[in-house]
């Protein structure tokens, strides 16, 4: 049997895998006793398959892995250009203000990792600004515009519960790039429409009110981050670089 380059043998006992220099033992109860590993970079395609014979397997490789649905749970982020809000929104008048520094760092991401955060306390409504000072104030990794025009752009990736429901709407918030114009301050959100269709649109800080349906998509990262890179080294979420985060 060959998962997209990992060719499962009938060999006796255990292989090193160079991707995660660790001995898995299929030994057990599976009928099958090793897996090599025949190339880097590769993808697992037969996710339900893989998930049941290596539990332990899937989460350490940083490779794309493929749910039990068949969708992937990795996904890469190309910096080699910027989110261009004049090209992407055909506004002239927008440009970007402010990035999270962490965001921006990401080449990778897991989407199992990424929560949906509201910011509000006790309250039923907040302005804009105050859940962006409140977000501001974790140790949140706030997502930014270039992983929402990712998603955007390959929305089978979009995690199946960011839909909501009719009786529990969302809208998703990518905080981590705020756009500016002579109006005002302003962030991207992503929702699924009544017509069954993922819709995005930008919403001003200081009009309106963010309510329970407005969720930021964000990564919990406590105490020390692991985010710095240097130019010669790529950075991939789940790489330990001791850096403490800088709000």
Known sequence: M????????????????????????????????SVRSMETGVTIQNGAEVKELFPSYLRPVNKWVVDEKGSPSRMKIDRRASFDPVKFMNRSDLEIEEQHEGSIMLEEIDLSDIFLQSMLSGETLIR?????????????????????????????????????????PKHIFFDGTVLKNQFGRYVLTLYWDKDEKWRW?????????????????????????FLRRSVSRPFHYGQNIDVTLNK
Request: hydrophobic share 35%.
């Open 201 to 225: 649109t930008y919403c001003r800080l200081d009009i309106g009110g963010w309510n329970a349906h407005d969720l930021s998509a964000v990564l919990n990262l406590k105490d020390t981050i």
């Open 128 to 168: 804009g600004e105050e859940h962006l000072k409140r977000l501001k104030q974790t140790s949140y990794i706030r997502l930014d515009a270039k992983i929402f025009q990712t998603l955007w752009e390959n929305q089978h990736l979009i995690p199946e519960h960011w839909k909501g429901t009719p009786e529990d």
């Open 2 to 33: 060959n998962l997209a380059g990992r060719e499962i043998t009938n060999d006796p006992g255990a292989l090193n895998t160079d991707d995660l220099g660790q001995t898995i033992d299929l030994s057990a109860g599976s009928g099958l006793n």
